[in-house]
């Protein structure tokens, strides 16, 4: 597979804050890949040095082959970018909205159609201005997606969502996914990380203290799992024979019976807290 996104020894300073303090990232074509991190971690800075929004202080950077501090025109038209800050409260309906950015790419996408995935067809004759925080944002998705982008990038992009619009988010996003968008994904919901990224990786101070698969990462696989039934709950490496022998102490069902392994959640809190961070 063609590399997407190619970073190493990345670095950069604010005066005395180091903001990225050695990071090495490799992203193929296609794939979902969420970055993770508490404020400041330095996220958003590292993907706006992507983006081509801020300069480096040092390292290698290739976003589709190109360095974002030498852009090419035809280079952006295949970038498809959701900022953290909502647009501007447009008098623009939706619809003249989406079909205005519509005409800054070459190949973009059916504007109707775009509406539509994002869930705003109902909306389409209304002005941006007169959206809900959460309407607005999904504005914003379809301005990131409309010129079909080749890599699309998304910070933050469900905050202020409600439950269902994030669920139909993630549809689009997996949809995009399907068809061959390559993601790269800044979030702070961890369930989002893991409903839609093959890989993620979770920065803290500058610095990448881990990355891989979502359902491994931090060796969550193979932590212990808790057993728990009504009247007790332990910790346990053989969970299948601990419910084997509850089920002959109940002499069958156990009541209550729950087994669960550390949640992304549980790992990424570690993850940021050890003492290497
Ligand atoms: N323009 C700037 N000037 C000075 N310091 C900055 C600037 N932008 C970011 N920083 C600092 O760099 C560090 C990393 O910030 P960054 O915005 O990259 O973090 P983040 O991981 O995206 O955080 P969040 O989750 O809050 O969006 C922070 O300490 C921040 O205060």
Same mark, same amino acid.
């Given at each position: 597979?063609?590399?997407?996104?190619?970073?190493?020894?990345?670095?950069?300073?604010?005066?005395?804050?180091?903001?990225?303090?050695?990071?090495?990232?490799?992203?193929?074509?296609?794939?979902? &890949?969420?970055?993770?991190?508490?404020?400041?971690?330095?996220?958003?800075?590292?993907?706006?040095?992507?983006?081509?929004?801020?300069?480096? *202080?040092?390292?290698?950077?290739?976003?589709?082959?190109?360095?974002?501090?030498?852009?090419? /025109?035809?280079? /952006?038209?295949?970038?498809?970018?959701?900022?953290?800050?909502?647009?501007? $409260?447009?008098?623009?309906?939706?619809?003249?909205?989406v079909?205005?950015?519509?005409?800054?790419?070459?190949?973009?996408r059916?504007p109707?159609e775009v509406i539509?995935k994002?869930?705003?067809?109902?909306?389409?004759?209304?002005?941006?201005?007169?959206?809900?925080?959460?309407?607005?944002?999904?504005? *914003?998705?379809a301005?990131?997606v409309i010129?079909?982008?080749?890599?699309? &990038?998304?910070?933050?992009?469900?905050?202020? &969502?409600?439950?269902?619009? /994030?669920?139909?988010?993630?549809?689009?996003?997996?949809?995009?996914?399907?068809?061959?968008?390559?993601?790269?994904?800044?979030?702070?919901?961890?369930?989002?990380?893991?409903?839609?990224?093959?890989?993620? $990786?979770?920065? $803290?101070?500058? /610095?990448?203290?881990?990355?891989?698969?979502?359902?491994?990462?931090?060796?969550?696989?193979? $932590?212990?799992?808790?057993?728990?039934?009504?009247?007790?709950?332990?910790?346990?490496?053989?969970?299948?024979?601990?419910?084997?022998?509850?089920?002959?102490? &109940?002499?069958?069902?156990?009541?209550?019976?729950?087994?669960?392994?550390?949640?992304?959640?549980?790992?990424?809190?570690?993850?940021?807290?050890?003492?290497?961070?």
């Amino acid at each position: 597979m063609t590399t997407a996104i190619h970073v190493q020894g990345l670095t950069k300073r604010y005066g005395d804050v180091q903001a990225v303090a050695g990071i090495d990232l490799e992203i193929k074509q296609g794939e979902v &890949f969420a970055i993770l991190g508490p404020n400041g971690a330095g996220k958003s800075t590292t993907v706006e040095i992507l983006e081509g929004y801020r300069t480096r *202080d040092a390292g290698e950077v290739l976003v589709l082959g190109t360095d974002p501090q030498k852009p090419t /025109r035809e280079w /952006r038209t295949k970038l498809g970018i959701v900022l953290q800050t909502a647009n501007d $409260a447009a008098e623009l309906t939706v619809r003249e909205m989406v079909r205005h950015f519509a005409g800054y790419y070459p190949r973009s996408r059916d504007p109707d159609e775009v509406i539509a995935k994002v869930g705003l067809t109902e909306k389409a004759d209304v002005r941006v201005r007169k959206l809900s925080g959460g309407q607005r944002r999904r504005v *914003d998705v379809a301005l990131g997606v409309i010129g079909n982008p080749q890599l699309l &990038f998304l910070d933050e992009p469900t905050t202020g &969502f409600d439950p269902e619009a /994030r669920r139909q988010f993630w549809d689009l996003i997996k949809g995009l996914a399907a068809e061959g968008t390559t993601i790269l994904l800044t979030t702070h919901y961890l369930d989002e990380a893991e409903a839609l990224a093959g890989r993620v $990786a979770v920065i $803290a101070k500058g /610095r990448i203290v881990a990355e891989g698969d979502p359902a491994t990462l931090g060796g969550r696989s193979s $932590a212990k799992a808790r057993v728990s039934w009504l009247g007790g709950s332990e910790e346990t490496d053989t969970p299948t024979r601990l419910v084997q022998e509850l089920a002959d102490r &109940f002499d069958g069902e156990i009541p209550g019976l729950a087994v669960s392994r550390p949640t992304l959640e549980d790992i990424y809190l570690t993850l940021i807290e050890a003492p290497h961070v």
